[in-house]
């Protein structure tokens, strides 16, 4: 890959950390989806100078997103200019203004991965009361 952009929903603190780190990393143009809207689309395009190739699907980008769990993907290949492409492309422009995403920093990292951690560690309180509570722990 010559280039890497992205745009990173993280309603719900789903996202881990280290994901969004490494975008930071190896995107240009990695935008993180404002948490006031719900950004869940899974879209991912490549191109050359004359072709491109679009999956659209439930695949989350991980192992289990494309090789573990059952999910439904489409693949649509063809020219770059083909009208399919460039309506692709105008929605992917559209949720990467400042309408709906921002460019991260470190300082958002730190504040979301703090989030992040304390949203994981909450069910896992939880499932420990309720054991306790049906005497499984204690």
Known sequence: ???????VGVSFCQTHPDGIQLLMKLSHDLKIAKEDVLYHPKIYIF???KKKAVFIGS???TY?????NHEANILIEGLSSEKVFTDIESDVQKWKSSKYSFKSDAEWLKEYTERYRRRRAKPQ???????KQIGMFT
């Open 125 to 131: 309180i939880l499932l420990l009361g309720l054991l």
């Open 1 to 7: 890959l010559s280039e890497i952009s992205a745009i």
């Open 64 to 68: 289990h997103g494309f090789y573990e």
């Open 47 to 49: 191109s050359d100078q």
């Open 59 to 61: 695949s989350n980008f």
